[in-house]
């Protein structure tokens, strides 16, 4: 297991150094999961070579049990927040407008990207 979230941590790694050394308009842990994908999905085509069968081989456990744990990664947003009551107060009908309004123009985007796909494919 140690060896496994070695890994994550370490793709995460490199995903930061890209996008540092390149300013990426991505964000740099984006960019670890999408190379640790990439070794998984390798992984899985080709099958486990000796060198990285060790670190591949429980990686999904070993995020099956990051994800059971989750929660508690909101306890520091959460913090942040009471910390920055004074902002939130002061700026809290901008913010609640803000997300309001984008949540609608995701929607009305999602459902624009789904017809014009639909009419593409011949399905209405």
């Not at 591949?56 to 994800?67: A, I, M, N, P």
């Not at 004074?86 to 990207?113: D, E, K, P, W």
């Amino acid at each position: 297991m140690l060896e496994s979230l070695g890994l994550i941590l370490v793709c995460q790694l490199v995903g930061e150094v890209v996008v540092r050394h390149f300013a990426a308009p991505a964000p740099g842990p984006v960019l670890g999961m999408a190379l640790l994908f990439v070794f998984l999905a390798l992984r899985d085509r080709y099958g486990v070579s000796a060198w990285v069968g060790g670190y591949f081989q429980h990686v999904e456990s070993t995020g099956k049990g990051l994800l059971a744990h989750l929660s508690l990664m909101f306890v520091p947003a959460g913090v942040g927040l009471v910390k920055n009551m004074s902002v939130l107060s002061a700026q809290g009908v901008g913010l609640f407008v803000a997300l309001f309004v984008s949540t609608i123009i995701t929607l009305l985007v999602s459902v624009a990207a789904f017809r014009v796909v639909s009419r593409l494919l011949g399905e209405t």
